[in-house]
């Protein structure tokens, strides 16, 4: 099984059962970089603020989709597990590949490097996210790969592409749809894109902490704090309304740089619209955690294991795979 490293939004890389994790420090609470630099010596003519404020932090100087796909994705983790996972369910490698919601089609890009005999159709709204993926994604990866990637600007409901034989919907960008109406004709629209054999998957989160009103942070690559806030949630409807923010070692903030307006959808209503969408078999599968009975902290192994029966957590992270 793979590693999958806990590299998603809102996951700790350990799961708390009963534990209590320290309240996260608000972004603003840090000093600014003025207080950190005030013992240096004045220069010589000019006020030091007039030279600090010349110079762009390292919040203005960075960027947002770059931290994202270093902060959130793992791409090779999952195609890795899904890979297995449609290998031992139909006998065989798929080769053409849907990423819906694909964003900068990071996922994509590492699909079509990864066997030469791969497709990928990255599917989303966003123009600029596109033009983004394609200059610093499918670009870089050379022109036999980049042939092999097409992007399509539209909605992930529209039913015109070819067939694929799995869809891939990660970071739970499915939540964009608030109502079952909206979401039903989303997995009828993935359900209609699938070849005869065809998967489709999705990434949930949920817990006792994924209904709150929260904030956590992490430290990320390149010395960068990743901080997964939840502003709102409404326990009548489920609408959370979350942002993603970067500190960095300036001190400087990277503030709400990302913000998802979403409902938040249980495992039972999941699994209720997938079969109404005609799937006829849907899984979920969860880390397999190490650790005691009675233990306060559980350690996620990155080893993901269909189940049937769980006892919920503070935070977990599950893959969802229907079947067509
Ligand atoms: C969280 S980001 C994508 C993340 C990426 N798939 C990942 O794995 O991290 C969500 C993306 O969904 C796109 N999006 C939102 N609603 C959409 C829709 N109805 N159809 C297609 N794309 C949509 C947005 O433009 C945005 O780029």
């Given at each position: ?45 000019k006020p030091p603020t007039a030279k600090k404020a010349a110079r762009p932090t390292l919040a203005q100087r960075a960027d947002k989709h770059t931290l994202y796909q270093t902060s959130v994705q793992s791409p090779a983790v ?247």
């Open positions: 099984m793979p590693k999958k490293p806990a590299k998603k939004p809102g996951i700790p890389p350990v799961t708390t059962v009963a534990g209590k994790k320290a309240a996260a420090k608000k972004a603003a609470s840090k000093p600014p970089l003025a207080a950190k630099t005030a013992k240096k010596p004045p220069a010589a003519k999952d195609i890795e597990f899904f890979e297995a996972e449609f290998a031992k369910m139909r006998g065989r490698k798929p080769l053409r590949m849907r990423e819906d919601f694909c964003g900068t089609a990071l996922l994509s890009t590492v699909w079509c490097k990864s066997d030469p005999q791969r497709t990928a159709l990255g599917v989303d709204l966003d123009a600029a996210t596109l033009a983004w993926g394609r200059a610093h994604n499918l670009e870089p990866a050379g022109p036999e790969v980049a042939r092999r990637v097409k992007l399509a600007q539209a909605d992930v409901r529209e039913t015109r592409f070819a067939k694929v034989d799995l869809t891939l919907a990660m970071n739970f960008s499915y939540c964009v749809f608030h109502t079952r109406e909206a979401l039903a004709a989303y997995f009828a629209a993935a359900y209609q894109g699938l070849v005869r054999d065809g998967v489709f998957a999705l990434e949930v989160y949920g817990g006792t902490e994924s209904m709150s009103v929260m904030s956590e942070e992490r430290p990320v690559r390149g010395n960068v704090t990743y901080i997964w806030e939840q502003e709102k949630f409404n326990t009548i409807d489920h609408h959370t309304l979350c942002h993603i923010s970067w500190r960095f070692k300036d001190d400087s903030v990277l503030e709400r740089a990302f913000t998802y307006d979403w409902r938040l959808w249980t495992l039972p209503e999941l699994r209720e619209l997938l079969l109404a969408a005609g799937f006829r078999d849907i899984k979920f599968y969860f880390e397999r955690v190490d650790g005691d009975e009675g233990d306060e902290f559980l350690t996620g192994t990155g080893e993901f294991i269909a189940r049937t029966e769980i006892d919920n957590q503070e935070a977990w992270l599950a893959y969802v795979i229907a079947l067509k």
